[in-house]
């Protein structure tokens, strides 16, 4: 495959599934931002701008409408729901010949559809639509995708930005303490609560919470999974076993990060979880900068951060 292709296909994945994650995390926080009186609104958009790699104004007061200007139709910002939906169709567009008539077509018409500007009371309908748009366009690949280097390509891109995701919605969990999101509502925000229910049979407490979402090996959101995931694909786009060790960079860091989540009690990550996120999100930014220079070295891999003027 070509080099220019793998790397189209990379990207989709990643751009899809940080569409979803993100409309997921604002879904939860601006929902809660809306309903709790007593959170500190200019402190909690701050920081929540801050935990989406996104560039804090330093001077003015942020509200809600702020934070849904900045993360979620604001076309120019790489963190934005807009950007990654564009980019996604940019990146459909140069992989042409491999990439379906029907996933070309959906992610067409989502970036054609993307609105340039959200009603305060379409908030939710409007992340919902998003996180509808990304399923149909992962349920065209994963249904009529043959299971060859572009589906790896295509699945590793995602799994990465899975882990990433999920680690910076955990990483979210302490932005405004006591006022913080409940462990339902993280549940329910990452699809995972009735899959939880069906695992632990009671009300999610922080502890079982906290594990399901990382370190649970069949719930496809949590960060163990994603990364298992992103190890398998890259075992497949280099089937040959090294007789030392690991020779990949890429599979080095993301069996590192996976076996420290896999072997440490849940208690000592529950004592410090942002900084235990703050290194997931670490490994998946450098296991994808390792990908980038070993299957498509030409050019600069897209960044959290837009270029500086």
Known sequence: MLSRIAESLFWIGRYIERSDGTARILDVHLQLLLEDPWIEENLACRSLLSVMGSEVPDDAELTRADVLAILAVDRGNPASIAYSLGAARENARRAREIVSTELWEVLNTTRARMPRKV??????????????????????????????????????????????????????????????PSWTTI???????????????????????????????????????????????????????????????????????????????????????????????????????????????????????GEAS
């Not at 890259?234 to 599979?251: C, S, Y």
């Open 119 to 180: 009603a305060s009371d379409k908030v939710h309908e409007f992340f919902a639509w998003v996180r509808e748009r990304a399923a149909l366009a992962v349920g065209i690949i994963e249904s009529s995708t043959s299971r060859d280097e572009a589906w790896s390509f295509f699945t590793l891109g995602r799994s990465l930005e899975r882990a990433d995701m999920t680690a910076r919605l955990l990483a979210t969990r302490a932005l405004t303490e006591a006022s913080g």
């Open 187 to 305: 549940l329910r925000s990452c699809g995972a609560y009735e899959a939880y229910l069906r695992t632990y049979r009671g009300v999610p407490s922080a502890r079982n919470a906290a594990e399901f979402l990382l370190h649970d090996r069949l719930f496809p959101r949590s960060i163990l999974f994603a990364v298992s995931r992103a190890e398998a694909c890259l075992r497949e786009l280099e089937p040959r076993a090294d007789r030392i060790g690991v020779g990949d960079q890429a599979q080095r860091l993301l069996g590192q990060i996976r076996s420290e989540l896999e072997y440490r009690p849940i208690s000592d990550i529950l004592e410090d979880l942002p900084r235990h996120m703050d290194d997931v999100q670490s490994a998946t930014s450098a296991a994808s900068e390792a990908i980038r220079r070993r299957y498509f070295p030409t050019n600069a891999a897209p960044s959290w951060v």
